[in-house]
């Protein structure tokens, strides 16, 4: 996430049109994302409690109503609808300043005064605008002291008040909200909902265990009712069941492949806040396990922004909430510990909470929309209101309009949908509008998450004193700039959001004239995302004689922010430097942070320079925390390959991976592992030795506390391992040997690390069985399996033979051919690759006709495939016998294309054979849409080969717009849209099944597409062309079918049978292993009829009712001697059905009753989730006569 975060920090300043916003705004935009006056469309979901939705459109925001939401005061006059054009309201056009803010203080003006809304209304741009009036209540204005001493912020919570003790059912946030006003009939209306209502079972996975589960616990610290104890209890308890490696997935489950390591901060975050408060109200909570959780996101305080999930702090601004809701947690630590304020939890406390003001200039940023972040950055910030009073009113008076804009009309809250915002949903089950009104409850303090004092049912636990840390570390929670000088401080009192926060702090730290002295103030500032942006110019400046200076700070802030601009210093780096550096890891009292950042910075040192300084490091690298044994693994990089140190560090380090069950720490050993490429040959053989050691001792099984199976990071976690031990030079060998005896039932273990690799990283006897591994074990695997569950064989057989057209689905997005090829292409065989076929692609000339249609569509608002007007007499456009030439159409050769109204050599860099974007268009494309057609002789198409049509030119994220293709006047393939996220790199294709080679049969053969520019907010651009590709199909015949079946594991009821989350066993353990060879059996020989299902042999009557099972598979079966049945993917042996589209082998048990033949077959379905208990029903199948 760090790269994500620092490049928005580099590009975001840029993103608007900069010669738009000033002719448009009168003052710089306190926000980011601004609104862009020169944007096709900019949107504001909800105009208040108006209820309107707006479009604000090109030139300067011009306002169209997009949706008159019903109930309203807006709807109440019957005259507004959607698509009419707002002229001005109460007199005032958008102009000056951001429309979004203007909008705020409309609706602030109008409840301040008689609640008239005035509009000048017109039904299309060039009519003429009429009035329409109406009221909405009136409210006062707000005092200067808002929400405190406020009639209309009163107002405000008392209407959403009610509106939730009338609601039938609560979201999320309901109770917390209601609990916060202090008022008596909230609490009663809290009482009724939760009073002897809970049970014992929980409150459900950590998402809503944190989001509802504190809510519970402030009722029961207000009332004493004991009736919701159980249902704390059984939450506190399911979250240590579900804890790993300190942390939480969002809904449980331990997935190590998201995120690397699987954890969600943004859930585990109120996850810990609810065990502290669980413990303040005297549950039994296993105080090992609170300090664990608690430690592991207490670190972030300070330092940065709380990660997505394991990893070290992100940067910047963006931070989606997570510190806002760190406040909190730490609110609660500071509740439950005998020290309260005096506690340092409370300091961290403090810096977390002033984290809004600086990040509130990058509003609304989030990856998935930034709603959920400013739920936690609004009421965040009010629990500094008291110690940084100027900034609370500054943050509170210029983020009042965003309030406005997100009350409903009828008193409920949901952000107003618009630039980046997510998360706008009211009164629902997950993060949503009931949390946005806590900021005018907060200061009430009837939360103990607010600073509520403590109730007579509030019981104290010691936390440790400093969990994390040493007491240098409380420098960063210090509220009071570093000292730059003697005596003198950067004044952070004096701040505002309009001169002090992130945004206008940027701004002048990247201004040329900025002084040394004001950028060494900077570099002590009291947040760490503004240190390291000054400490990033002061780099960019070349001004190390200030890092130097920071080096040699008194405070721990400076020498961490010198620390951080070591990498821009000289290299190889002064012994000076070092001596800074490697004093800071020597130092007992030195603060945990420092240490981290100057130990990062010591692999740019020499080995000579760090020699003295070595046991240091190891005691870093022996440190039970993993940020500081990464951070350690760095500063030994420059002592693995030296001949005094690499026996001792290299086996120390080869531990810890054996050991390690942390991903984020895994990147650090491949680093040292890149390192020992450049070493002598006996530490490379000694490294390559050490890492399949720590390969071989890799646990069979990591564990958790709470005992969740952890397979699936075991899988995870020992492919991290072999991805270490294959940097190493000659690793991929020795990775051979040692996996094969951890997993010696499969063919090539890690196979990606083979089929990715340079075959010059294998040894000789390596690089000559590779091929061989390959045909004979990877192709018949990738055969049977490949990437699914399920088979890849009844995909395969129809690709190679075009028998049916390709019907894609969740699991079959792209050819499973394109798999197979590539297996084929590592193995040197290259005679199944695509080749075009028929005339040369950039020779093809077409008739076309490129027009702008009248149903017109805004530039940059998405996708503009869509129904259109053709051109008069242009109705048969696609078809053979259209006369184009009497159209009026134009001849040209393809690649047809545009970029701004101009043809160009390449539109991007592109190497994808199926796209060829990047090379030169021979025909403008003028128009938004064009119609194109032309007849081409195709050569015969042959058995045994596979041929698809391509539309080139937009196989890239971003790429292209819709588009249809016809072929002899038939559809043969539509896209409605571009290209989006996670589609490129694919080619557009139809994969041309048998029933249309008649058509390619023919003398000549017509095709004709159509498709539209793509037209963005600021370019315009296509590239575009269609042309045949044929295939020599690989082997696919029964031989190759069936040798597959002998290298493919089979779910069976024996493996069902071992499907306990609680039992460590294998993937493949208890599956059916064929050994290829059919056993006959002559009782189940023959032809037979399925009658329906039952669950056991002994439930089945041959007169009586019988459970439907028409949806099931074998209907009909004839088994036939010699293991085939008359389906080609079913075949048998002995007692067992194999069904090999499936990959399941089924029992099959014959059976006379009354001197007729029956056969029970089970059904299958056999899947994990139904447990070791679970049997497959049988289906009863009776015997054909004759």
């Known amino acids: 996430m760090h790269h994500i975060v620092l490049a928005l920090f580099a590009a975001t300043l840029a993103v608007c049109n900069i010669s738009a916003e000033e002719s448009y705004y009168k003052e710089p935009p306190l926000f980011h994302f601004t609104p862009d006056p020169n944007a096709s469309t900019n949107t504001i979901g909800r105009l208040g409690p108006i209820g309107l939705g707006l479009e604000l459109r090109k030139p300067n925001f011009t306002m169209h109503i997009n949706k008159v939401e019903d109930g309203s005061p807006a709807a109440a006059t019957g005259k507004l609808k959607k698509g009419q054009i707002i002229e001005s309201i109460n007199g005032e056009i958008l102009k000056d300043i951001d429309p979004r803010v203007q909008l705020g203080n409309l609706i602030t003006k109008i409840e301040a005064t008689d609640g008239v809304v005035r509009l000048m209304i017109k039904d299309k741009p060039k009519a003429k605008a009429y009035p329409v009036e109406f009221k909405i209540p009136v409210f006062g204005p707000y005092s200067e002291s808002w929400p405190n001493n406020c009639a209309k912020s009163d107002a405000i919570v008392k209407q959403m008040a009610k509106q939730l003790r009338e609601a039938d059912t609560w979201g999320w946030g309901a109770a917390l909200f209601l609990l916060s006003t202090g008022e008596p009939e909230d609490l009663e209306a809290v009482r009724q909902r939760f009073s002897g209502k809970l049970g014992d079972k929980g409150l459900g996975h950590p998402w809503s265990i944190g989001y509802t589960g504190i809510a519970v616990c402030e009722y029961y610290l207000k009332t004493g009712d004991k009736s919701v104890l159980p249902a704390i209890k ?190 706008t949903g009211v009164n629902t089950n997950k993060p949503c509008g009931n949390y946005i009104p806590l900021i005018y409850t907060l200061p009430r303090k009837q939360l103990r998450i607010f600073g509520a004092p403590a109730t007579e049912y509030s ?136 240490v981290m950042e100057a130990l990062k910075n010591l692999q740019y040192a020499s080995a000579e320079q760090l020699a003295p300084h070595e046991a240091a490091i190891e005691k870093w690298l022996a440190h039970d925390d993993w940020w500081l044994q990464a951070c350690a693994i760095k500063a030994s990089i420059p002592l693995v390959t030296d001949e005094r140190f690499y026996q001792r560090l290299i086996p120390k380090i080869a531990h810890h991976m054996a050991t390690n069950q942390r991903p984020g720490l895994s990147g650090y050993f491949r680093d040292v592992a890149k390192r020992t490429q450049k070493a002598g040959p006996t530490i490379k053989a000694f490294a390559k030795e050490q890492f399949a050691k720590a390969y071989a001792e890799y646990p069979e099984q990591i564990s958790a506390p709470g005992g969740q199976d952890m397979s699936s990071g075991t899988e995870y976690m020992i492919r991290q391992v072999a991805q270490t031990l294959a940097d190493v030079p000659g690793g991929l060998d020795a990775l051979y040997e040692v996996s094969k005896k951890r997993f010696p039932d499969t063919s090539l273990p890690h196979k990606e690390l083979y089929l990715g690799a340079d075959p010059s990283r294998l040894g000789p006897e390596l690089q000559k069985s590779m091929k061989q591994i390959i045909l004979d074990d990877l192709i018949p695997e990738y055969i049977g399996k490949g990437n699914h569950p399920q088979s890849n064989r009844g995909y395969l057989l129809n690709e190679a033979t075009s028998t049916d057209p390709l019907k894609w689905g969740f699991y079959y997005r792209e050819p499973r051919m394109a798999g197979l090829v590539e297996l084929y292409q590592r193995a040197g065989i290259d005679d199944y690759n695509w080749q075009d076929y028929g005339p040369k692609w950039n020779s093809m000339e077409w008739q076309y006709f490129t027009f702008n249609p009248p149903e017109k569509k805004l530039p940059g608002t998405g996708t503009r495939y869509r129904k259109v007007t053709l051109p008069k007499g242009m109705d048969d456009w696609f078809k053979p016998g259209f006369d184009s030439a009497r159209a009026g159409w134009k001849s040209g050769t393809q690649p047809f294309g545009q970029l701004n109204g101009k043809l160009v050599d390449r539109l991007r860099g592109c190497n994808l054979d199926f796209c060829r974007c990047d090379q030169a268009m021979h025909t403008l494309w003028k128009n938004e849409v064009m119609l194109m057609q032309g007849n081409f002789k195709f050569p015969k198409f042959k058995e045994g080969y596979r041929y698809r049509l391509l539309v080139g030119g937009m196989s890239h994220v971003k790429g292209g717009d819709g588009f249809i293709v016809y072929v002899d006047g038939k559809k043969m393939l539509e896209r409605k849209d571009g290209v989006g996220k996670r589609q490129g790199a694919k080619p557009l294709a139809y994969y041309i099944d048998k029933a249309w080679w008649p058509d390619f049969a023919k003398q000549s053969t017509n095709i004709a597409a159509m498709s539209f520019l793509r037209i963005d907010q600021n370019t315009t651009r296509r590239h575009f062309s269609i042309w045949l590709q044929e295939m020599k199909a690989p082997p696919m015949g029964r031989d190759v079918i069936l040798n597959s079946a002998t290298k493919t594991p089979m779910r069976s009821a024996e493996w069902q049978a071992l499907q306990d989350p609680d039992r460590n066993v294998g993937p493949d353990d208890g599956k059916y292993i064929w050994n290829g060879k059919f056993v006959s059996n002559a009782k189940i020989i023959g032809s037979w009829t399925q009658l329906g299902q039952v669950q056991t042999i002994d439930e089945f009557q041959p007169e009586g009712p019988i459970k439907s099972s028409k949806g099931s598979p074998y209907q009909k079966i004839t088994f036939k001697d010699g293991g085939g049945t008359n389906d080609g993917l079913v075949i048998w042996t002995n007692t067992m059905l194999l069904n090999l589209r499936s990959n399941d082998a089924l029992k099959i048990t014959p059976k006379t009753i009354d001197g007729v033949d029956y056969l029970f077959i089970e059904a299958g379905g056999f899947h994990p989730k139904h447990g070791p208990d679970w049997k497959a029903p049988l289906l009863v199948m009776k015997r054909n006569q004759g």
């Open 234 to 423: 059984a939450s506190c308890d399911y979250l240590l069941d579900r804890v790993y490696n300190s942390g939480w997935m969002g809904r449980g489950g331990a997935n190590f492949g998201y995120m690397a390591g699987g954890h969600l901060n943004a859930a585990g975050l109120h996850a810990v806040t609810f065990l502290l408060m669980a413990k303040e109200c005297g549950v039994d909570v296993d105080e090992s396990f609170l300090e664990d959780v608690f430690g592991h996101l207490y670190r972030y305080a300070g330092r940065g922004n709380v990660a997505y999930g394991d990893q070290m702090p992100e940067s910047g601004m963006t931070d989606n909430g997570k510190v806002g809701k760190l406040t909190f947690l730490l609110q609660a630590a500071t509740n439950l510990t005998g020290k309260g304020e005096d506690s340092v939890y409370a300091k961290a406390r403090d810096i977390s909470a002033t984290k809004a003001f600086y990040s509130t200039s990058w509003l609304f940023h989030g990856h998935t929309g930034g709603g959920i972040g400013e739920l936690w950055r609004g009421s965040s910030m009010g629990m500094v209101r008291d110690k940084r009073p100027a900034q609370y009113r500054s943050f509170m008076d210029e983020r009042r309009w965003m309030y406005e804009l997100a009350r409903t009309h009828d008193g409920a809250f949901g952000w107003a949908a618009g630039l980046n915002v997510n998360y």
């Open 459 to 594: 019981q104290t636990y010691q936390l440790p004193e400093r969990i994390w840390g040493t007491a240098a570390d409380d420098a960063f929670y210090s509220l009071q700039a570093g000292e730059h000088a003697p005596g003198k401080h950067l004044d952070v009192s004096k701040e505002t959001i309009r001169s002090g926060a992130s945004k206008a702090l940027l701004d002048k730290l990247k201004k040329p004239d900025i002084s040394e002295n004001e950028l060494l103030a900077y570099a002590l500032h009291i947040e760490q995302a503004i240190r390291d942006s000054a400490m990033g110019q002061i780099k960019k400046k070349g001004l190390h004689h200030l890092t130097l200076q920071l080096l040699k700070s008194k405070d721990p802030r400076g020498r961490h922010s010198g620390a951080k601009g070591v990498s821009a210093l000289p290299k190889p780096l002064s012994d000076e430097v070092v001596g800074l550096l490697t004093a800071m890891i020597e130092d007992e009292q030195e603060s945990w942070w420092v």
